[in-house]
């Protein structure tokens, strides 16, 4: 990584020493971000889905969209893909036969496509006028339609393809999941976690999460265990847990909560990987599959974000502008030698 | 008027209503209706624009083809202020006004793609723009440069009108506006490339290279010496003028040079990189990577000696084939090696080909109307 980095630094003074013929530049390589501790984010455990989209239709209603068609007959919404109007899809991975559940050859399997929530997102550094920005407590990635230009480079720059644009609308906006933080005021959190019958999304801090996925990822294929609905409680606020209808809840934590909803089930056979707990950096949105996950559709992304390294070659060599004034002053004092006072008398010797 | 030395700039004068402008009209007016549309509909309306091609002809051709084609005013200037060669002066105005035009054009190809563009203030509000934005530091800069050659051009204009007290005053501090003028675009057609590092592993890595900042700047410096000699070639044939080989021979070496100084760099990056391979498989990449080699490494061949630099249809030749190289970059590097997943296709739809062929029919009427009334073209011999 280090080394990387300072590849990265060498190139970039070379490449600074070349392109201005100045001497000196202030490298200024900056590392990828961690999630903040508190993150926010969601679990999602392809071996729970049942593919039943309740999330897909629950996004659908939280966010206020519209229903997108693909059939001939426009009565049932049914988007192909995310889109400017659909943040949450259950994707579907089909093989052979298609015998076995989770299975990579004769079976099937699903995955949920939806804002991953990164660590170092690149929408956040692509977008030139602060629309997307990331919570510095929670780490939700927001959108802010009153500032964006529309310049669509978040969509270009998300390497999960999740930032859409609405190009059917002539005030067409950007649209993405932001874990229906317009809901958590009212103690509501994602829509697709509080309606997923099985628990297959799950929302929680982003740390509980990764523990919760290690710890299926370590039992044994075929047992028994217990798996928990909605919203993931950690052992510490179970402790102060208030009355049973959830309300004590509400008042310690801010989560309108069920009744906690364990039930018990049996352990899928995993691929041995959390998905996005080091994918650019790490995301806040975890995901467990029983198939190799670039086949169903995630990328196979590097450690680190391309944030870093685009931000890194823009300070690099405009950090302070140090470096763009320093040239103009070499330029200025050659140009004012170099410029006649007539200039249109032109064709000096 | 002063002394008839013959680089003196004087206005070409004929007439203004010609085919060539009669074409161009027509063509902007149907411009206009489609940029009509566009704005009452939508951008869904007359594009092919999709979430997997959200860049697509009028960002890619347009901006950036489109801004380091106009890059003759700063690589003619570069030439003659900064490197202090005075002989290349009569080339400055006509380069310095196809520059000005295209990169307002390029401007306000911008809006047209935004899909915003009501919110467009924010880029300049200080509570909303984000330094770590490479498309903030782009947007910014070519704002500044245009306002910077308008500066630079407007002699043109007060010695028609007769301003001669403002253009002295203009003159005082003229080296820093050239200064400005020539430190802009190494910034911003730098930052032009520099735009796809944020994309990560959705280019092709034989394009995306922490050197892709250099890479653009090259491609620009050398796309601007090219288009002068294709402009120079056209002018002269258009307005029955005699070329300038005398100067255009010289410049062309210039080139060359920096053509091999690209070259290096760019197999350089690639070998070091260790994606070469990446460039014989048998995929459009790797046969567009080559494609666009070509059209830097053909010149060589084709005005690599003194005596073939003299040839003005060699000149011209060479000249598109660097401005096709480094177009070739630029489309390679966000259009055709970028890959953001499987289920996305995008080619222009025709109304987007007819905006982006009214934008250059418009920077042609200007540049008309322009020569033919306003002191740009060096007087004849």
Request: proline share 6%; hydrophobic share 45%.
């Amino acid at each position: 990584m280090s080394s990387r980095r300072d590849f990265l630094k060498g190139c970039l003074a070379g490449g600074t020493a070349l392109t201005v013929g100045a001497g000196s530049a202030p490298v200024q390589a900056r590392d990828t971000y961690t999630r903040p501790p508190e993150a926010m984010g969601l679990l999602y455990d392809a071996t729970l889905c049942i593919g039943c989209k309740a999330c897909m239709a629950a996004c659908k209603q939280a966010n206020n969209n519209p229903a997108e068609f693909s059939t001939s007959d426009q009565l049932w919404d049914t988007p192909l893909d995310t889109s400017g109007h659909s943040f949450n899809i259950i994707k579907m991975y089909r093989n052979g036969t298609m015998e076995t559940k989770d299975a990579e050859i004769n079976g099937y399997a699903f995955m949920k496509t939806s804002c991953m929530h990164c660590a170092d997102p690149s929408c956040v550094s692509a977008c030139p006028v602060s629309a997307m920005t990331k919570d510095p407590v929670n780490g939700i990635v927001a959108y802010n339609p009153d500032k964006c230009i529309g310049c669509r480079y978040c969509v270009a720059a998300c390497p999960f393809g999740i930032p859409k644009y609405q190009y059917d609308d002539p005030l067409g906006r950007i649209g993405k999941c932001e874990l229906c933080r317009h809901r958590h005021k009212d103690g509501h959190y994602s829509a697709c976690a509080e309606v997923c019958p099985t628990g297959a999304t799950l929302f929680g801090r982003t740390e509980d999460l990764l523990a919760e996925a290690k710890r299926r990822l370590a039992l044994k294929p075929g047992t028994v265990t217990s798996y928990p609905r909605g919203r993931l409680r950690p052992a510490t606020e179970k402790m102060l847990q208030g009355q049973a209808d959830g309300k004590g809840e509400k008042r310690r934590h801010g989560w309108r909560d069920e009744p906690d909803q364990i039930y018990e089930g049996t352990v899928g056979k995993y691929v041995q990987h959390v998905y996005g707990e080091k994918e650019y950096g790490g995301t806040q949105v975890l995901k467990l599959s029983g198939v190799t996950f670039e086949k169903v559709g995630m990328p196979n992304l590097p450690p680190y974000s391309s944030a870093a390294t685009s931000e890194t070659i823009q300070h690099t060599l405009y950090g302070g502008l140090l470096m763009p004034i320093a040239v103009l002053g070499a330029l200025s004092w050659v140009a004012k030698r170099n410029v006649k006072p007539d200039d249109d008398s032109g064709g000096e010797s | 008027m002063s002394a008839q030395n013959h680089s003196v700039p004087v206005p070409v004068g004929g007439p203004l209503l010609n085919k060539t402008t009669f074409i161009a009209g027509a063509l902007i007016v149907l411009m206009a209706a489609i940029l009509l549309y566009r704005f009452i509909f939508g951008l869904g309306s007359v594009t092919n624009l999709n979430d997997g091609y959200p860049w697509g002809l009028w960002i890619v051709v347009d901006v950036m083809i489109g801004s380091a084609l106009a890059c003759g005013g700063f690589s003619v200037a570069m030439l003659v202020y900064i490197f202090n060669k005075g002989e290349y002066h009569p080339l400055v105005r006509p380069a310095l006004l196809a520059s000005l035009l295209g990169y307002t054009l390029a401007g306000a190809g911008v809006i047209f793609d935004l899909g915003r563009w009501w919110n467009i203030w924010n880029m300049f509000w200080p509570g909303s723009v984000n330094p770590n934005s490479v498309m903030f530091e782009v947007a910014v800069c070519i704002t500044a440069y245009i306002v910077v050659m308008w500066i630079e051009f407007s002699p043109v204009f007060l010695e028609k009108l007769g301003l001669r007290d403002m253009k002295r005053k203009l003159n005082k501090f003229l080296f820093l506006i050239i200064a400005l003028g020539t430190l802009l675009p190494m910034m911003h057609q730098s930052s032009l490339g520099t735009l796809m590092v944020v994309m990560g592993s959705q280019v092709h890595p034989l394009w995306q290279t922490p050197f892709v900042p250099l890479l653009f700047l090259l491609t620009a410096i050398i796309m601007g010496y090219a288009v002068v000699l294709f402009e120079s070639c056209v002018a002269s044939s258009a307005y029955r003028r005699s070329i300038e080989v005398h100067l255009l021979n010289p410049m062309a070496r210039i080139m060359l040079g920096i053509v091999a100084a690209y070259i290096a760099v760019r197999l350089g990056d690639v070998i070091f990189r260790g994606v070469i391979g990446r460039s014989f498989h048998l995929s459009l990449e790797g046969l567009m990577f080559w494609l666009e080699m070509a059209c830097f490494v053909a010149p060589f061949l084709i005005i690599g000696t003194e005596a073939q630099r003299r040839n003005p249809a060699r000149l011209f030749v060479a000249g598109i084939l660097l401005v096709l190289g480094g177009s070739l970059l630029r489309l390679n590097g966000f259009l055709i090696g970028y890959d953001t997943g499987p289920g996305f296709r995008y080619f222009p739809a025709l109304p987007e080909i007819l905006v982006t062929m009214g934008m250059f029919a418009t920077e042609v009427l200007i540049y008309v109307v322009i020569t033919r009334r306003f002191p740009v073209l060096p007087r004849e011999a």
